[in-house]
């Protein structure tokens, strides 16, 4: 029993350092390394393993539970009230594919599974929304019905980009039958260009993310397109095999695609700075950069801590 309560306060504490990866700003985005806090690094061995049992549950609806208390974790409570379900199940994921390994065979496993239900789910939307095509397109029922095909796309797409990320070769062909799906217009999902972003850009192919998020812009949110597009570029740099030139031009390419989306609203100064993508933004061009951060303080009178 004495186990029992160190296994629980162990899960605690997982979970309290999951949950302190959603941004002071409520940013709830992806960054290669977000995760590293879970890791254990100069703690016990099995600590990375337990850490990946907690996340994973949460990924895949699956968390240990409290019978009559907390369906989805024991610790709901540590949870902040602006986490909705779906976007904490995403976290998740990220989570799990930075800590999850090809050797992880039954982590895979259970994720797989997952994969294979969200496929059948989507598709049992997809076939509902088919049927309530035929009514009036401003009806309720019609975009209820839609609605809820496109949120289950969002959902399918944060479990295949998890399974790239450890394996890639495994997971390629789904990866890009998803996209050519997420491409065609019959039938059309509300954000396909931001979607079909958002996975390129996890999965590494910065240079089709960049040119998805062009399509975005021009449907969405410019701030949040061209400082995705930053994100993609600077990353881009760090790609090994590039020349010194290439990485200049990626990386001046990455400032001015920052200035482009500050100059369109983007102010999110907490998620900004904590934001791995632009660590070589941050080392390469510091003064740059900060000099941003001091524009967007000047331009929504935000003050230092």
Same mark, same amino acid.
């Given at each position: 029993?004495?186990?029992?309560?160190?296994?629980?306060?162990?899960?605690?504490?997982?979970?309290?350092?999951?949950?302190?990866?959603?941004?002071?700003?409520?940013?709830?985005?992806?960054?290669?390394?977000?995760?590293? %806090?879970?890791?254990?690094?100069?703690?016990?061995?099995?600590?990375?393993?337990?850490?990946?049992?907690?996340?994973?549950?949460?990924?895949?609806?699956?968390?240990?539970?409290?019978?009559?208390?907390?369906?989805?974790?024991?610790?709901?409570?540590?949870?902040?009230?602006?986490?909705?379900?779906?976007?904490?199940?995403?976290?998740?994921?990220?989570?799990?594919?930075?800590?999850?390994?090809?050797?992880?065979?039954?982590?895979?496993?259970?994720?797989?599974?997952? $994969?294979?239900?969200?496929? %059948?789910?989507?598709?049992?939307?997809?076939? %509902?929304?088919?049927?309530?095509?035929?009514?009036?397109?401003?009806?309720?029922?019609?975009?209820?019905?839609?609605?809820?095909?496109?949120?289950?796309?969002?959902?399918?797409?944060?479990?295949?980009?998890?399974?790239?990320? %450890?394996?890639?070769?495994?997971?390629?062909?789904?990866?890009?039958?998803?996209?050519?799906?997420?491409?065609?217009?019959?039938? $059309?999902?509300?954000?396909?260009?931001?979607?079909?972003?958002?996975?390129?850009? #996890?999965?590494?192919?910065?240079?089709?993310?960049?040119?998805?998020?062009?399509?975005?812009?021009?449907?969405?949110?410019?701030?949040?397109?061209?400082?995705?597009?930053?994100?993609?570029?600077?990353?881009?740099?760090?790609?090994?095999?590039?020349?010194?030139?290439?990485? #200049?031009?990626?990386?001046?390419?990455?400032?001015?695609?920052? #200035?482009?989306?500050?100059?369109?609203?983007?102010?999110?100064?907490?998620?900004?700075?904590?934001?791995?993508?632009?660590?070589?933004?941050?080392?390469?061009? #510091?003064? *740059?950069?900060?000099?941003?951060?001091?524009?967007?303080?000047?331009?929504?009178?935000?003050?230092? *801590?």
């Amino acid at each position: 029993r004495l186990q029992e309560l160190i296994d629980l306060l162990r899960r605690a504490e997982i979970e309290a350092k999951f949950l302190s990866r959603k941004s002071k700003s409520g940013s709830t985005g992806y960054y290669k390394g977000q995760y590293d %806090i879970l890791k254990g690094e100069g703690l016990e061995p099995d600590y990375r393993k337990l850490a990946l049992e907690v996340v994973t549950g949460i990924a895949t609806d699956k968390a240990m539970s409290t019978p009559g208390l907390y369906k989805h974790g024991i610790y709901r409570f540590l949870r902040p009230h602006f986490v909705d379900e779906w976007e904490f199940q995403s976290m998740a994921l990220n989570a799990v594919a930075e800590l999850c390994t090809p050797e992880d065979q039954l982590i895979i496993e259970r994720l797989e599974r997952r $994969r294979i239900e969200l496929l %059948i789910k989507r598709e049992k939307l997809k076939t %509902i929304f088919l049927e309530k095509s035929f009514q009036d397109y401003n009806s309720k029922e019609y975009q209820d019905a839609w609605f809820d095909w496109d949120d289950s796309l969002g959902e399918y797409l944060d479990q295949v980009a998890c399974l790239y990320l %450890i394996l890639p070769d495994r997971y390629h062909g789904h990866v890009v039958e998803f996209i050519d799906e997420l491409g065609s217009r019959r039938p $059309r999902p509300v954000r396909p260009y931001s979607y079909i972003a958002g996975l390129q850009i #996890r999965c590494g192919w910065y240079r089709d993310a960049i040119q998805s998020y062009e399509q975005a812009m021009r449907y969405g949110s410019k701030a949040y397109g061209y400082y995705n597009q930053a994100c993609a570029f600077a990353s881009w740099s760090l790609k090994p095999g590039l020349s010194s030139r290439e990485q #200049r031009r990626h990386l001046n390419s990455a400032m001015s695609r920052l #200035r482009l989306s500050v100059e369109y609203g983007w102010s999110d100064i907490d998620w900004m700075n904590e934001d791995r993508d632009l660590d070589p933004l941050r080392k390469h061009r #510091r003064s *740059e950069y900060d000099a941003l951060v001091q524009l967007i303080k000047d331009k929504y009178g935000l003050e230092d *801590e």
